[in-house]
């Protein structure tokens, strides 16, 4: 199967078992119950999707960290006292991934978000409304510490009617920028970032802020050495910045959220390292993928020189 099939396999899944069910909803109300049979099916189809990325994962890591991958057991289920958990921790010899299907629920919401805003930037030549999605973001952080078992899809919070919604989903497909593509990139960012924490032996201690920016520095480099679009990667990385804020850290840019800019530094990071190792560059280039590394290169020059970005000041 292909990885457009996964991505349609998923997004089915997620469409049926949660947002179909909010759309027929009175705005503000909460969605019909979801049904264990619902819960599996989204479960399987997450598995699946996470076995196709463990595959592209192995295919660009060392000999040992594939010996460690194989051995990973992801599991997926719900998470009653933490709807948003997802974490990494092992039992006896075998490592495990943990992930909520709530979490994955809400992932793709927020990855909604981020394609809704860029679709209208493209269609109307006006920049994304960044903030607004920080504010969703805050406002399911809310839902997290609050502990209500549901919330409102990004499309009817920001005030759209069912009809409206409907549209809104139809147009979005369209482009470049659809929502299935969005989501099995970023949960495949969060997956990265799990193995992170097993690859660099972080089990078992107290997990701060180094031990996340090093997990996710590992992540973004199976992204990019996976050949998947990294541009499309930032919703998790989002979401759990306004989960955990970082009090301590102003906010320094006005049209764009404090996180998205250390997302920015993180990728030009990682890409920074990446672009001057040899042994990346000559396995690009034994498999043919030179294009990949001028379209990310591309990718920076354009995030660099976009007037509208207070990261880049």
């Known amino acids: 199967m292909t990885s457009a099939s996964y991505k349609i396999l998923f997004t089915a899944a997620v469409i049926s078992t949660f947002l179909l069910p909010c759309i027929s909803k009175a705005q503000g109300g909460p969605p019909d119950r979801i049904t264990e049979a619902q819960i599996d ?48 921790t092992r039992n006896g010899n075998t490592p495990i991934i943990s992930i909520s299907i709530d979490f994955i629920i809400v992932s793709y919401s927020v990855d909604a978000a981020f394609v809704y805003e860029y679709d209208h930037q493209a269609r109307t030549g006006q920049p994304a409304n960044l903030d607004r999605i920080q504010a969703y973001l805050d406002y399911l952080a809310d839902i997290y510490r609050s502990g209500a078992g549901w919330f409102r899809s ?39 970032h799990e193995i992170g924490h097993h690859v660099l032996g972080h089990i078992g201690q107290k997990i701060g802020e180094r031990e996340e920016a090093a997990a996710d520095e590992f992540s973004m480099n199976l992204i990019i050495k996976a050949g998947y679009d990294l541009s499309m990667a930032s919703g998790p990385f989002l979401l759990f910045d306004a989960i955990n804020p970082h009090g301590t850290i102003p906010r ?28 990346f560059l000559a396995k690009m280039k034994a498999e043919g993928r030179e294009k990949e590394i001028e379209k990310a290169s591309e990718l920076m020059g354009v995030i660099k020189a976009d007037p509208n970005n207070d990261c880049n000041k």
């Open 252 to 279: 320094v840019a006005r049209t764009h959220p404090e996180a998205l800019c250390r997302w920015q530094k993180l990728l030009f990071v990682t890409w920074g390292h990446l672009k001057k190792d040899p042994d």
């Open 41 to 88: 099916s989204l479960g399987r189809s997450y598995l699946h999707m996470a076995q196709f990325a463990m595959k592209a994962f192995k295919g660009v890591s060392s000999a040992q960290e594939r010996i460690l991958l194989d051995k990973i057991k992801i599991l997926v289920g719900r998470n009653e006292q933490n709807i948003f958990a997802v974490y990494a």
């Open 154 to 192: 990004y499309l009817d919070w920001i005030g759209l009617t069912d009809d409206e919604v409907i549209a809104a989903r139809e147009q979005m497909n369209k482009n470049e920028f659809g929502n299935a593509g969005f989501s099995f990139v970023s949960l495949a960012f969060v997956l990265g």
